[in-house]
């Protein structure tokens, strides 16, 4: 403590000033730095020029009362002390003077050196003390607010003490209402709100889908704190994680299913090819050289379809394919073509195949060479799960908004609806055992969904196990010259 005092006393009477001044005086070891006001206005004009430790003011100032001045202090927030004197010691005065903001309350006919020391000490230290109080108070409230999460305190009785903006922020999420009356608020009622028990830590989901975690620690008082952390993002993550984690195991799972598969499809034709080679070379009779050499050219082209569809998707995932759009004039010699490529299959299996064009289409824009590789892959898998003497469809036709529809429809084995997503996905067949019924690496579809993206054009698959599967593209209207009589024809792409 200092050893001068700045003392304001506001006082009316001159004669009580010169009593409290040599009461004032007489305290040993102490430096006086006195200043006597005798009215209500120069003593507020003191305390708001500021610099004092204690303030002395008497219960009557003029017009005013010692207790409106308390009243005064108090309410421009000045953290002086005050210390009310009065000619009469009255314990209504007393607590009045208390309720206004004073640190003390002396009688003056009691006055002294003594007692004027001790309540001026102890009511700096005090000040002192409740300032550093308040110092805390407020770091410890805007520690608090800024946390991050949502903290809340109950006492013994389960009661809300405390909370943070946060926390009044989440449960506003659930009741709007329920934390304006935080008198009336415990630990029961809040677990009542969020309809479950409160536990060390439990999950809570909002009503606007937000994930929250509360977690709940007892104090040794008997009370709790419930704090209240935002882990949306933290499970949004935690599921992308484990998504990726996930599609990375199917992915390497389905290439090793892929490698098993290719190796055995790679294989039953080379067997073929090296067979019949061996009897050709063998010189018997047994067989006809030219059957030989059919079987040796079927497996052939089997074995190079395998490998052209392994490296068209290579070259696909590297970003090396390039889409050379022209104009296609010849609809009906691309899908003629097409349906060349796989009429030994379709011949194998007794499957016919049909395809109409619309007449409205006069030309399609587009890479001539992935257009074709899309029929052949969807006209390849058509024919290979359709019945014995099954049908197969092609069919372009204009739709209404300009764009236009390729569908390849057969009347097979069909697929489950609940299963079309997967057969898009690369090394992925439906059955991927050795001895499934259906050949095939898995990369049909997924070729003919990259080439379809490289025209801006969509995929999508209608099927139902034992009725047969469509697969529509949808080219966009830029890529579709339709005849139309309002208009006159643009031919450039």
């Not at 640190?103 to 000490?121: G, H, N, P, V, Y």
């Not at 770091?139 to 903006?165: P, V």
């Not at 390849?408 to 055992?433: T, W, Y």
Request: charged share 25%; net charge negative; proline share 3%.
């Amino acid at each position: 403590m200092a050893d001068e005092w700045s003392i304001l006393l506001v006082e009316d009477d001159e004669d009580d000033y010169l009593i409290t001044r040599e009461f004032l005086e007489e305290i040993p070891g102490r430096k006086l730095n006195l200043h006597w006001v005798d009215n209500y206005e120069e003593g507020m004009a003191l305390i708001d020029a500021g610099g004092l430790d204690i303030c002395l003011v008497d219960y009557r100032i003029g017009g005013h009362t010692g207790l409106e001045f308390l009243a005064g202090v108090k309410a421009k927030g000045t953290q002086i002390p005050m210390v009310l004197l009065t000619g009469v010691g009255q314990r209504d005065i007393d607590v009045a003077a208390t309720e206004a903001g004073a640190a003390d309350f002396l009688d003056k006919s009691e006055l002294s050196s003594t007692t004027l020391d001790r309540t001026i000490r102890y009511a700096i230290a005090n000040a002192a003390s409740m300032k550093a109080l308040a110092e805390k108070t407020g770091f410890l409230e805007t520690t608090l607010e800024n946390t991050g999460a949502g903290i809340a305190a109950f006492d013994a009785s389960r009661k809300l003490t405390m909370s943070n903006h946060l926390f009044d922020f989440f449960i506003d999420r659930f009741d709007s209402n329920f934390i304006k009356n935080k008198a009336d608020i415990t630990l029961e009622k809040i677990a009542a709100l969020l309809d479950l028990e409160l536990s060390q830590t439990v999950s809570v989901v909002c009503p606007d889908g937000h994930i929250f975690e509360l977690r709940l620690n007892t104090v040794p008082s008997g009370g709790a704190v419930v704090f209240v952390l935002d882990i949306t993002e933290q499970k949004a993550l935690e599921e992308t994680m484990i998504q990726a984690r996930n599609d990375a195991q199917a992915a390497s799972r389905a290439k090793s299913a892929f490698l098993s598969n290719i190796s055995h499809e790679l294989r039953t034709p080379l067997h073929s090819i090296i067979g019949y080679s061996d009897l050709i070379l063998s010189g018997t009779d047994a067989l006809n050289p030219k059957d030989c050499a059919g079987q040796i050219h079927e497996s052939g082209t089997h074995l190079l379809s395998l490998i052209e569809d392994v490296l068209s998707y290579s070259k696909l995932e590297s970003g090396e394919y390039s889409c050379n759009r022209e104009r296609i004039f010849e609809i009906d010699g691309l899908i003629k073509a097409s349906i060349a490529k796989v009429a030994s299959a379709a011949s194998r299996r007794n499957v016919t195949i049909e395809f109409t064009i619309d007449p409205q289409i006069i030309s399609l824009f587009g890479d001539q060479m992935g257009l074709r590789q899309i029929l052949t892959n969807l006209l390849s898998n058509a024919i290979e799960f359709s019945y014995e003497g099954g049908s197969v469809e092609v069919t372009l036709y204009a739709l209404e908004n300009g764009s236009a529809s390729l569908c390849v429809r057969d009347h097979g084995v069909g697929m489950d609806p609940e299963k079309v997503d997967r057969a898009f996905v690369p090394f992925v067949q439906l059955d991927d055992s050795l001895d499934r019924s259906h050949e095939g690496t898995g990369l049909g579809l997924p070729i003919v969904k990259s080439v379809a993206r490289h025209h801006n054009a969509n995929v999508s698959i209608e099927t139902m196990i034992g009725e047969g599967t469509a697969v529509f593209i949808t080219l966009p209207p830029l890529s579709v010259d339709i005849h139309s009589p309002d208009r006159e024809q643009v031919a450039t792409p």
